[in-house]
């Protein structure tokens, strides 16, 4: 039995898990309140645990499916959210960030699903699925946000999750791999500004893995299909809010 089946991950409704998506959707709304309060540099710091602890929760997801059953009606209902809100994220993304020049964060993490079934499933088909997918972020490195690595990172906490011992440091030095081109790094080199980001990056994944497991008493208001509408709405509403201060301004 593997260690994944050994925790309340594999139970159908897990707190730890919605507790570990409330935290990552409160640390990446903090990273873009930076878009209203640009000189609040720590809020960039914080913000450097809501992708690792999104791509948890996507590679807790796949773990829950067996083996082998790949195109269930879950799976291609999970991946036709992922595609969509990644089509529907982009204007407001767009709107609050117009220099960015990688899509927002939704690409990101379809790719590292898809690369993850790949690690779970091991048949012919995810792993070809997995292979293509990882030449395409390759070839979108500098277009996608977290770049290649960053669509590798559902996949190393995947590996974590199945194997547990030894296995953490393989996504905690993934994402500070996927944090290594924010523009402060290349800008000011190894300072203690730079570094503290990448630290905090690094440490993400080793403490949502023990989060998870962790067993919660108390009911923990659950993060269904309205989280998906979080990204953009956030991004709509900070993108509004900075128009109305910018005209009282």
């Not at 720590?42 to 829950?64: D, E, K, S, Y």
């Not at 999750?161 to 290349?186: D, E, H, I, V, Y």
């Amino acid at each position: 039995m593997t260690a994944l089946m050994q925790l309340p991950v594999a139970s159908r409704r897990n707190a730890s898990l919605d507790l570990i998506k409330w935290v990552a959707m409160a640390t990446m709304l903090m990273d873009h309140l930076r878009y209203l309060w640009p000189d609040a540099h720590w809020l960039f710091v914080v913000g450097r645990m809501a992708f690792p602890l999104f791509c948890l929760g996507i590679a807790t997801n796949v773990a829950r499916s067996r083996p082998g059953d790949l195109f269930t009606d879950s799976n291609v209902h999970y991946l036709g959210w992922l595609i969509a809100f990644s089509v529907i994220s982009e204007l407001p993304y767009r709107l609050l960030s117009p220099l960015s020049s990688t899509l927002n964060v939704m690409p990101t993490l379809m790719l590292g699903m898809l690369v993850a079934w790949g690690i779970h499933h091991r048949d012919r088909t995810s792993s070809w699925l997995a292979l293509a997918t990882l030449l395409i972020a390759t070839a979108l490195h500098s277009r996608l946000m977290y770049g290649a690595f960053g669509v590798l990172l559902p996949a190393a906490i995947l590996l974590s999750l199945q194997r547990f011992w030894g296995w953490w440091l393989l996504p905690a030095a993934t994402a500070a791999l996927a944090n290594s081109r924010t523009r402060w790094l290349a800008d000011s080199g190894l300072t203690v500004e730079t570094l503290a980001p990448l630290i905090t990056a690094f440490a993400t994944p080793m403490a949502g893995l023990w989060l998870l497991r962790q067993a919660f008493a108390p009911a923990i208001w659950p993060v269904r299909r309205w989280g998906y509408l979080f990204y953009p709405g956030h991004l709509a509403a900070l993108q509004l809010i900075r128009v109305a201060l910018q005209h009282l301004s």
